[in-house]
T-cell receptor
Framework: AQTVTQSQPEMSVQEAETVTLSCTYD???????LFWYKQPPSRQMILVIR??????QNATENRFSVNFQKAAKSFSLKISDSQLGDAAMYFC??????????FGPGTSLSVIP | KAGVTQTPRYLIKTRGQQVTLSCSPI?????VSWYQQTPGQGLQFLFE???????NKGNFPGRFSGRQFSNSRSEMNVSTLELGDSALYLC??????????????FGQGTRLTVV
């Protein structure tokens, strides 16, 4: 069965610094999608970044980038120039085109002014 | 355009009662997925509906059920409520199935408290 693991329940970062959130997953599939979602205290979950497994190039979205290591089944999120608004729960997620999306347990990120 | 709307936002129910939660997806979206979020268990998948058919179901007891209407609005029902059903219930909508090939948009959730 597919699983998603986030080994860091809580992380903190100084404003303007860089932080990396870890995610590993387990699957026997070769074609799948990986996601990072952000859930701020207001609770609405929003998509931060998405990576297709068949693409070797790491996805980037402004200050957010991923380090996708397919062989190691690792999908970390790097947040550069951290801002106070980045404080939130971050969920790593896995999905295929024919099955449900599975979420990791989440990492709570605090940004220190 | 309007986002995903979940009603009600907050709900307090007594053990043994039943509850119905509603989710209106973004216009044009045909896929609706439901998740239960609790501090201890994280986000647990409940079910996914696409074009009025349940396409996927999570590992929840039969007390949890759902349906989707022709306008893609979805309802989730929980019967014989237990204290452990207290959670934030999130709904996500997407154009395609499961929100994998296209982005899934989440509602703000319904906070259910069972007393």
């Amino acid at each position: 069965a597919q699983t998603v693991t986030q080994s860091q329940p809580e992380m903190s970062v100084q404003e303007a610094e860089t932080v990396t959130l870890s995610c590993t997953y387990d699957t026997s599939e070769s074609d799948y999608y990986l996601f990072w979602y952000k859930q701020p205290p207001s609770r609405q979950m929003i998509l931060v970044i998405r990576q297709e497994a068949y693409k070797q190039q790491n996805a980037t979205e402004n200050r957010f980038s991923v380090n996708f290591q397919k062989a190691a089944k690792s999908f970390s999120l790097k947040i550069s120039d951290s801002q106070l608004g980045d404080a939130a729960m971050y969920f790593c997620a896995y999905g295929t085109s024919y099955d449900k999306v599975i979420f990791g347990p989440g990492t709570s990120l605090s940004v220190i002014p | 355009k309007a986002g995903v709307t979940q009603t009600p936002r907050y709900l307090i129910k007594t053990r043994g009662q039943q509850v119905t939660l509603s989710c209106s997806p973004i216009s044009g979206h045909r896929s609706v997925s439901w998740y239960q979020q609790t501090p201890g268990q994280g986000l647990q998948f409940l079910f996914e509906y696409f074009s009025e058919t349940q396409r996927n179901k999570g590992n929840f007891p039969g007390r949890f059920s759902g349906r989707q209407f022709s306008n893609s609005r979805s309802e989730m029902n929980v019967s014989t409520l237990e204290l452990g059903d207290s959670a934030l219930y999130l709904c996500a909508s997407s154009l395609a199935r499961g929100g994998v090939n296209t982005e899934a948009f989440f509602g703000q959730g319904t906070r259910l408290t069972v007393v």
